[in-house]
């Protein structure tokens, strides 16, 4: 163990948070969570400890740690699955495995949506949040938010009142025991407290409380008071969107990236572009946006083509002429284009940005050897091959190959890993194509905005097949729409049960009118 890692071991906090382990380069090759710092890492070091093979194999390589505080330990249960999503440390193998990838899913469309967990989200209107690399964490977070704000679990209506509801964790949805729209006041609630307005929450129940109190509506205050109760006995923000609240500053691979690209700032935000369609048909193109390096699925966006046939270039420009045509002045400037793709793909998206006077920088990232694909004049990057050379080589104030990057608060250097040593530079025309390594944090980062842009693309791509592939019997019914077959199918999955619901079940999703219609339409022997 080297000095500096003795100090810092006497600095711990006697706090909840996310320890990151770090080898003498710098890298970060292990990401834990604690519900006490100090007792957790001070247990890898113990000599009395005994540790499994991997653990022994882990503490031979830690040459410094570095530490987050957070509020609960909850807070770093959830803040260590970002950190693991975002840096792959590759000793984190149980939490890398895809098969643990957790989506939670909100469907706000419905007439009563459920909340439910997935590993595979579609493009079919509902909120998701994630991917979470600790399933039990975000199970466990939301078994005590139910208590807080009841919701339904129920993605096919049963016809009788469930066990949760005589619990008090279901509002009755089965038996419309509370209305749609007082239900979803209460998702929304769950929805921003999920986002990190625990503060601003709070004082809306405390306000309306107190107003219902002076109405004499104590029961109804009871209520709230309760809930209030409860939110102030978690205590917990939880760390459960996209968005990104440290100083990215911290961030390896926006830090490595800046520097590769010689960009003026940070690139705050990332926009990747994808094409996706078979055979030229259900042809889509999607553009996710990477915030501070973490997916920020609000700013979204997809475009079905216009253009047919099988030609994935002439995608791209329509796809990049459809996003800077100047009609979407209140989408945010991107920092930079990521092109899922090589030097044709690339080419194409720059030929459509100069046309309509665009300059962003732009790259692409071939997927068969990982290669970032610049064009030496056209990508809106200062680049050179003697420059990423001399960068790659140069010294920290540790002597290390890093970064060296001052942190606001301390005024400290901020020593960041730089793993691009051993890249691999080489021309072909106009073209660069930089080779890092597969574990540096470039690539990781533009890996997971790559990899993003697709699922987003396949999702759109897959729901416009279905959607041309399937009809439903609530196809002929008249006077009922696509958006009326939506609702149904949201709330009761299928046709088959539709047909057996009650004119009453119906009325609570589509109203009085139409649930009459479909109602005789399903039973014309008792019109």
């Known amino acids: 163990m080297n000095d500096t890692l003795q100090k810092k071991l006497k600095e711990l906090p006697i706090k909840p948070g996310v320890y990151f382990h770090k080898s003498t380069q710098g890298e970060i090759i292990y990401v834990g969570k604690a519900a006490n710092l100090r007792n957790r890492v001070r247990q890898y070091f113990q000599k009395s400890r005994v540790r499994d093979i991997k653990t022994d194999a882990l503490v031979a390589e830690i040459a410094d740690t570095d530490w987050i505080e957070v509020e609960t330990e909850l807070d770093a249960l959830f803040l260590e699955s970002e950190m693991i999503k975002r840096y792959k440390p590759r000793f984190n193998i149980l939490l890398r495995d895809d098969k643990s990838q957790l989506y939670v899913r909100i469907p706000m469309n419905d007439a009563y949506p459920s909340v439910s967990f997935t590993r595979g989200p579609l493009d079919d209107g509902a909120t998701y949040f994630g991917p979470y690399y600790n399933g039990w964490a975000v199970k466990k977070a939301l ?22 509801y005589h619990i008090g964790l279901c509002p009755g949805v089965e038996m419309q025991k509370i209305s749609s729209q007082d239900y979803k006041k209460t998702l929304q609630k769950l929805v921003r407290y999920l986002k990190g307005e625990r503060k601003a929450l ?49 961030d390896q691979g926006l830090v490595g990236l800046q520097r590769l690209l010689s960009l003026a700032d940070t690139p705050k935000r990332i926009e990747g572009y994808d094409i996706s369609h078979m055979s030229g048909t259900n042809n889509v193109a999607s553009m996710v946006v990477a915030t501070n390096g973490l997916a920020d699925k609000s700013q979204y966006r997809k475009f079905k083509m216009q253009l047919a046939g099988n030609n994935d270039f002439e995608h791209m420009r329509e796809t990049m002429r459809r996003r800077f045509s100047g009609r979407h002045a209140d989408w945010p400037n991107p920092s930079l284009l990521l092109i899922d793709g090589g030097k044709g793909q690339l080419s194409s998206a720059i030929e459509a940005l100069e046309s309509l006077d665009v300059h962003i920088p732009v790259v692409g990232l071939a997927k068969r050897d990982e290669q970032i ?22 010294k920290s104030p540790f002597n290390e190959p890093q970064a060296a990057v001052i942190d606001d608060k301390t005024g400290r250097y901020q020593s960041v890993s730089i793993e691009e040593e051993a890249s691999i530079i080489s021309s072909e025309g106009d073209f660069m194509l930089i ?29 416009l097949k279905r959607k041309g592939a399937t009809k439903s019997l609530l196809d002929d019914i008249p006077g009922v729409g696509a958006a009326t077959r939506r609702k149904l199918l949201h709330s009761f999955v299928s046709a088959k ?3 057996e619901l009650e004119q009453s079940q119906l009325t609570a999703v589509v109203g009085d009118k139409r649930a009459k219609v479909i109602y005789n339409w399903f039973h014309p022997a008792e019109k």
């Not at 306000?207 to 109405?215: C, N, S, Y």
């Not at 509506?217 to 968005?243: H, P, S, T």
């Not at 004049?377 to 990423?388: H, K, P, W």
Request: with cysteine; proline share 2%.
């Open 143 to 164: 078994r005590y938010l139910r208590r807080v704000f009841p919701y339904s679990t129920h993605e096919t209506m049963p016809k009788k009142l469930c066990l949760q």
């Open 202 to 250: 709070m004082k809306e129940i405390e306000r309306d409380m107190k107003r219902l109190a002076q109405q004499h509506k104590f029961e109804e205050a009871m209520v709230l008071r309760n809930r209030l109760r409860d939110i102030k006995e978690l205590q917990r923000q939880i760390i459960f969107g996209d968005r990104e609240f440290m100083d990215i500053s911290k």
């Open 373 to 394: 694909v610049i064009h030496t004049t056209r990508s809106n990057i200062d680049v050179s091959v003697d420059a990423i050379k001399a960068w790659s080589k140069e």
């Open 435 to 463: 080779t890092l390594p597969k574990n540096s944090h470039i690539v990781k980062l533009l890996q997971r905005v790559r990899n993003e842009s697709h699922r987003f693309a396949v999702s759109y791509h897959t729901t």
């Open 497 to 499: 049960t539709i047909a």
